[in-house]
C-alpha cells in the first residue's frame, strides 16, 4: 500500500506522516518548508506537476492535507480559492487518471461556509464527492496534540511556547468549538484505509464542546503553569456537527477527559515525536 501525503510539512500533515509510516509505504510532499529530506516537492497550484508527480509516485492512496490556513486565507482570499479549491479539483483529475482513492482533509468548518477559508473546504467537498476511484472526507474539529511541526501557529504549539516559557498564557472564554486530537485522525485513516470504506463524511472530535481558556488550563495546569482568561468576545461562529458517523462505522471514539491524558503523556514524551 502507497501513500502519497500531501501538505507532509504542515502541522496536521507531519503528525499523519509520524503515525501513518510505521504501517505503510508513506511518501510525503511539501509545497515551501520541507521539514524532512526524504519529501518531496509538489506544487500543488500547478497542474502539470500534480500530474507530473502523481504518475512518478503511483499512489494507491492520496492523502490531501494540503492547505493555507483559515487566518491567512481571509487576507489572501484570491490566493487561498486557487490553493484549498482549484488545487483540490485538479488532484481529483490526476487521482482519477491513476486509479486512486483520496482520504480528504476538510474542516467542520465546511458545514456552515461562513468565511473565505470555510467555503474553500465546502467547494472542495463537492470536488472530492466527484473522485472516480473513492473517497472519504474527515472534518477535524480544533485540533490539539504534538507534531514534529512545531513551528506553525497553531493552538498547541502556542500551549507548548507556554509551558517553554517563550509565552505568556492567556486565554479566550468567549468561543467554544468541539475538540480534536490530532492523534484520533491518524487512528481513523487508518481504519478507513485497512476496511476500505469509501463515500463517507466523518467528523473527528469530541462530543464536549470547550473554550480555548478550558483546554488551556486542563493541559498546561498539571506541569504548574498559570493560565489567564481573557474574554475576546470572539464572533465566530459555533459550529456544532453529529458525531455518531465514528460510532456508526465502529471507528475509534474518544471523551475530552480522554484526549487531555494523551496530550499530556506526549507532553512529557515529546522527543519520542521528533524525527
Same mark, same amino acid.
Given at each position: 500500500?502507497?501513500?502519497?501525503?500531501?501538505?507532509?510539512?504542515?502541522?496536521?500533515?507531519? /503528525?499523519?506522516?509520524?503515525?501513518?509510516?510505521?504501517?505503510?509505504?508513506?511518501?510525503?510532499?511539501y509545497r515551501e518548508n520541507k521539514i524532512f529530506n526524504e519529501?518531496?516537492?509538489?506544487?500543488?497550484?500547478?497542474? @502539470?506537476?500534480?500530474?507530473?508527480?502523481?504518475?512518478?509516485?503511483?499512489?494507491?492512496?492520496?492523502?490531501?492535507?494540503? +492547505? +493555507?490556513?483559515?487566518?491567512?486565507?481571509?487576507?489572501?482570499?484570491?490566493?487561498?480559492?486557487?490553493?484549498?479549491?482549484?488545487?483540490?479539483?485538479?488532484?481529483?483529475?490526476?487521482?482519477?487518471?491513476?486509479?486512486?482513492?483520496?482520504?480528504?482533509?476538510?474542516?467542520?468548518? +465546511? @458545514?456552515?461556509?461562513?468565511?473565505?477559508?470555510? /467555503?474553500?473546504?465546502?467547494?472542495?467537498?463537492?470536488y472530492i464527492k466527484m473522485a472516480k476511484n473513492g473517497w472519504?472526507?474527515?472534518?477535524?474539529?480544533?485540533?490539539?496534540?504534538?507534531?514534529p511541526n512545531t513551528i506553525n501557529d497553531r493552538a498547541f504549539?502556542?500551549?507548548?511556547?507556554?509551558?517553554? !516559557?517563550?509565552?505568556?498564557?492567556?486565554?479566550?472564554?468567549?468561543?467554544?468549538?468541539?475538540?480534536?486530537?490530532? !492523534?484520533?485522525?491518524?487512528?481513523?485513516?487508518?481504519?478507513?484505509?485497512?476496511?476500505?470504506?469509501?463515500?463517507?463524511?466523518?467528523?473527528?472530535?469530541?462530543?464536549? @464542546?470547550?473554550?480555548?481558556?478550558?483546554?488551556?488550563?486542563?493541559?498546561?495546569?498539571?506541569?504548574?503553569?498559570?493560565?489567564?482568561?481573557?474574554?475576546?468576545?470572539?464572533?465566530?461562529?459555533?459550529?456544532?456537527?453529529?458525531?455518531? @458517523?465514528?460510532?456508526?462505522?465502529?471507528?475509534?471514539?474518544?471523551?475530552?477527559?480522554?484526549?487531555?491524558?494523551?496530550?499530556?503523556?506526549?507532553?512529557?514524551? /515529546?522527543?519520542?515525536?521528533?524525527?
Amino acid at each position: 500500500m502507497k501513500i502519497l501525503l500531501t501538505g507532509a510539512s504542515s502541522y496536521l500533515g507531519a /503528525r499523519l506522516y509520524f503515525d501513518l509510516r510505521s504501517k505503510y509505504k508513506v511518501v510525503g510532499s511539501y509545497r515551501e518548508n520541507k521539514i524532512f529530506n526524504e519529501f518531496i516537492h509538489l506544487e500543488i497550484t500547478d497542474k @502539470k506537476e500534480i500530474e507530473r508527480v502523481f504518475n512518478k509516485i503511483k499512489p494507491d492512496i492520496i492523502i490531501h492535507a494540503a +492547505a +493555507a490556513e483559515a487566518k491567512w486565507c481571509e487576507a489572501h482570499s484570491e490566493e487561498a480559492i486557487r490553493i484549498n479549491q482549484e488545487s483540490t479539483k485538479d488532484i481529483v483529475t490526476a487521482a482519477d487518471k491513476i486509479g486512486a482513492k483520496i482520504i480528504y482533509i476538510s474542516s467542520i468548518a +465546511a @458545514k456552515n461556509p461562513f468565511s473565505v477559508y470555510s /467555503r474553500t473546504k465546502k467547494k472542495s467537498e463537492k470536488y472530492i464527492k466527484m473522485a472516480k476511484n473513492g473517497w472519504v472526507i474527515i472534518r477535524p474539529c480544533h485540533v490539539l496534540g504534538i507534531s514534529p511541526n512545531t513551528i506553525n501557529d497553531r493552538a498547541f504549539n502556542r500551549l507548548l511556547n507556554n509551558l517553554d !516559557g517563550k509565552t505568556e498564557a492567556v486565554y479566550d472564554i468567549s468561543w467554544k468549538a468541539h475538540q480534536t486530537y490530532i !492523534g484520533h485522525i491518524s487512528e481513523v485513516i487508518e481504519k478507513i484505509i485497512d476496511r476500505k470504506i469509501v463515500g463517507e463524511i466523518i467528523t473527528v472530535g469530541t462530543r464536549e @464542546k470547550k473554550t480555548r481558556y478550558d483546554t488551556a488550563w486542563d493541559i498546561l495546569t498539571p506541569f504548574g503553569i498559570q493560565i489567564t482568561p481573557v474574554d475576546k468576545k470572539d464572533k465566530t461562529p459555533v459550529i456544532s456537527d453529529s458525531l455518531d @458517523k465514528l460510532k456508526g462505522l465502529g471507528l475509534p471514539e474518544y471523551s475530552y477527559d480522554e484526549i487531555i491524558a494523551k496530550m499530556i503523556m506526549e507532553i512529557k514524551q /515529546r522527543e519520542d515525536y521528533k524525527l
